[in-house]
C-alpha cells in the first residue's frame, strides 16, 4: 500500500529555532502534499497545500512567511517553521495521494513540535 | 463554523458489541467520506470509505452508513476488539478524486475487555 514517511517525529527545541520537517512518499509519486496542523483534542487543521515545482497555496490564518513549504520534487515536501515559539507547539501531519488515484489520502506518522 | 462534526468525543463499549460512531456534515458540496482511525503520536489511518451514490459500504468488521438527506453518517464496527480503541475521525470532501479534506473533531473509543 502507500506509504508516506514523516521525519523526524519528535522535536525539542529552543525557541527562535527554525524546524525543518521532511515529508516523502515512499512508493509513489505525488505532486500535491498537505500540511495538517492538531492541538490537543482538536481536529486536523488544513494549513496548506504543496505543489511541486509551484508555490504552496496556504489557508486563511496561516502565516506563509512562517510556515515554509517547499516541493522540490515529486516524493518530498519539507515544511519549515521558522523562528519558532512555544505557540507553534503543536502535531504537524503531512498526506499525499498517488498522483492520478482517486481514493483516500495516506498520511505519515506526523511531527511533534515543542518549543521552549 | 464547523462543516464536518463529531459531537461524541468519547465512546466506551465492551468487547464483542457493536460500536457505533456518528458524524454529521453541513456542506452539501460534500459527496466522498472517509473513516480514519488514529493512535496517540501516530498519524491517521485509512478505514473505510463512501461515495454518495450509495447509503453503505461494508468492510469485514467496518460498515459505514450515509443517509444523504440527514446529512448524517455512522460507522459501524462489530464485533468490538480491544485493539480498536483509538481516536476516530470522520473526514469529507467534495468528489473523490479532490484532495482536500475537511475533518471532524474525533471520537475516542475505548473497547474495555
Known amino acids: 500500500g502507500a506509504v508516506v514517511s514523516q521525519h523526524p517525529s519528535w522535536v525539542i527545541c529552543k525557541s527562535g529555532t527554525s524546524v525543518k520537517i521532511e515529508c516523502r512518499s515512499l512508493?509513489?509519486?505525488?505532486?500535491?502534499m498537505f500540511w495538517y496542523r492538531q492541538f490537543p483534542k482538536q481536529s486536523l487543521m488544513l494549513m496548506a497545500t504543496?505543489?511541486?515545482?509551484?508555490?504552496?497555496?496556504?489557508e486563511q490564518g496561516v502565516e506563509k512567511d512562517k510556515f515554509l513549504i517547499n516541493h522540490a520534487s515529486l516524493t518530498l515536501s519539507t515544511l519549515t517553521v521558522t523562528s519558532a515559539h512555544p505557540e507553534d507547539s503543536s502535531f504537524y501531519i503531512c498526506?499525499?495521494?498517488?498522483?492520478?488515484?482517486?481514493?483516500?489520502?495516506?498520511f505519515g506518522d506526523g511531527t511533534r513540535l515543542s518549543i521552549l | 463554523d464547523q462543516q464536518v462534526k463529531q459531537n461524541s468525543p468519547s465512546l466506551s463499549v465492551q468487547e464483542g458489541r457493536i460500536s457505533i460512531l456518528n458524524c454529521d456534515y453541513t456542506?452539501?458540496?460534500?459527496?466522498?467520506f472517509l473513516w480514519y482511525k488514529k493512535y496517540p503520536a501516530e498519524g491517521p489511518t485509512f478505514l473505510i470509505s463512501?461515495?454518495?451514490?450509495?447509503d453503505k459500504n461494508e468492510d469485514g468488521r467496518f460498515t459505514v452508513f450515509l443517509n444523504k438527506s440527514a446529512k448524517h453518517l455512522s460507522l459501524h464496527i462489530v464485533p468490538s476488539q480491544p485493539g480498536d480503541s483509538a481516536v476516530y475521525f470522520c473526514?469529507?470532501?467534495?468528489?473523490?478524486?479532490?484532495?482536500?479534506?475537511?475533518f471532524g473533531k474525533g471520537t475516542k473509543l475505548s473497547v474495555i475487555p
Open positions: 498526506s499525499a495521494r498517488p498522483q492520478g488515484v482517486v481514493g483516500p489520502q495516506h
Open positions: 512508493d509513489f509519486q505525488a505532486t500535491t
Open positions: 504543496s505543489n511541486e515545482g509551484s508555490k504552496a497555496t496556504y
Open positions: 456542506n452539501s458540496m460534500f459527496d466522498y
Open positions: 463512501i461515495s454518495s451514490i450509495k
Open positions: 473526514a469529507a470532501t467534495s468528489g473523490a478524486g479532490s484532495y482536500q479534506l475537511t
